[in-house]
């Protein structure tokens, strides 16, 4: 008898824990998981791809090697900054988050964009990504540069090399080869 008494106190205790309602509010929230925001690139776009695109892209950007290339510039097209100036404003803590689009035409042969009306966020079109890391780099530091002021007039790329975002991008791609390796 008093075996069964112990095996229902035992019971109901059980249950009690399983069903238990609070109904006071922890004074502690755990933390809900929030994107990493803390460097110059990050993205809210949940395609492995895209995660990598912006750790690569940190890296690069935080690359001695990277660093000394871009300030050995001393002077780019479409921009009165040389080198050093033009380093300093990539990692000047603004960020750069990307994020995917979708063309509404299926055969644009758009790779990125950005919008005037958005300083945030640059926005890789899903229909010709993912490409090779090395290009999406060189796409990220080219976009990141539109986010921070900088251009090449139209969207033709015959003859910008020289501009900061083809320049700094192709110096971008060269580099991610130390990142991914
Ligand atoms: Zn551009």
Redesign the pocket.
């Known amino acids: 008898m008093n075996k069964l008494i112990l095996a229902l106190v035992a019971l109901l205790g059980l249950a009690s824990c399983l069903t238990s309602v609070k109904t006071k509010k922890p004074s502690v929230i755990d933390p809900v998981v929030v994107e990493e925001k803390s460097k110059t690139f990050h993205t809210e776009v949940n395609y492995d791809w895209a995660k990598k695109t912006v750790e690569v892209s940190n890296c690069v950007l935080n690359h001695p090697e990277f660093k000394k290339r871009v300030e050995a510039i001393e002077k780019f097209d479409y921009s009165d900054l040389n080198g050093v100036q033009v380093y300093a404003a990539y990692s000047n803590g603004s960020k750069c988050g990307l994020r995917a689009y979708k063309t509404k035409n299926p055969w644009s042969s758009a790779i990125a964009t950005t919008y005037s009306d958005d300083k945030e966020f640059f926005y890789l079109n899903s229909r010709k990504n993912p490409r090779k890391y090395d290009s999406m780099v060189n796409t990220s530091i ?2 990141c540069g ?1 986010l921070k002021g900088f251009s ?1 007039g139209d969207n033709r790329s015959a003859g910008k090399e020289n501009s900061v ?1 083809y320049k700094v991008g192709s110096i971008a791609q060269e580099i991610s080869e130390l990142c991914l390796k």
Request: proline share 0%; charged share 20%.
């Open positions: 080219h976009e539109h090449h975002n």
